[in-house]
């Protein structure tokens, strides 16, 4: 995903009849308590995230321990509609997981843009230390790699297609 701008005037509000926010030691508490609130909500996205992806886990390894089971028993006449169900869960799988990656940059950047009027900005120092994802040796960005997983299964599932295309051919 391209690095999106966030643009302070959609940031920060003005108050009614375009008078701008008092910056007064209110204006720091709702700041700040906004700002912990968002964090909360960037990690619970993320959490989230983690939920999807071991439900896909699980239901793509359930469907080939069902393709095991039934070629074990010779009875693989449908073993196609199985695999093209998981290639299917799969792919939906590799886009939630982009969409999560996307809403989770478009986070961080709003995060980065408020900790500027924060007295330190660990989350935009972090980053900072981690070469902003452009350095491997640093950091590989966790989607990069959970990515793999779901074309994974998708050769797994082709494999199965494949292979038992041929017989649901000599059956029909």
Known sequence: MDDPEVDNSELFNEIADGQIYPHNEKWYSHLLDQYKIYVEMADRISSRRATANSYFLSVNSAILAFVGYLSSKESGEYLWLLAIAGITLS???ESLITSYRNLNTAKFLVIHKIEKRLPIS?????WDAMGRGKNPKLY???SHIEQGVPYVFMVLHAIVLIRTFPVRVLWC
């Open 91 to 93: 792919v939906l799988w």
């Open 122 to 126: 660990p989350y935009d120092a972090e």
């Open 140 to 142: 590989r960005p966790i």
